[in-house]
């Protein structure tokens, strides 16, 4: 269903970098984790090419709303070739409503094909 994850926390530093994102990304574990989440550490760019700003990217989206966004988008490995891929993005709230984090999914298109309706339609 996905090829890789993270998990930030509600300052936006990651606390769990997958496997998946390691191969996915050519990132490893060690070098994501505390550092803090950006459109730009992960190149996140339209699919036109254009690049996303933080507060235009799928997870402001998700917090501002509450609810998991799903985008197909480009994103940047480590070498830097631009992977196109699908992301969801889901808030993480605790039972009086505090965000305490962010889940981002991603799906690469290049394994799956991007005429591929949303998979994660299935995990909202």
């Given at each position: ?7 930030i ?16 990304f ?21 699919m ?7 507060e ?69």
């Amino acid at each position: 269903l996905y090829d890789g994850f993270h998990l930030i926390d509600a300052n936006r530093r990651f606390m769990i970098w997958s496997r998946g994102a390691e191969i996915l990304f050519g990132r490893s574990m060690k070098e994501m984790l505390g550092q803090t989440w950006s459109c730009q550490l992960l190149g996140y760019r339209e699919m036109q090419g254009r690049d996303i700003a933080d507060e235009k990217s799928p997870l402001q989206a998700a917090v501002t709303s509450g609810r998991s966004t799903v985008v197909q988008m480009e994103a940047q490995r480590s070498d830097t070739r631009h992977l196109r891929v699908e992301l969801q993005a889901i808030p993480l709230f605790d039972d009086v409503g505090t965000l305490q984090g962010v889940a981002e999914f991603y799906r690469d298109l290049a394994r799956t094909g991007s005429k591929t309706p949303h998979e994660f339609n299935e995990l909202q």
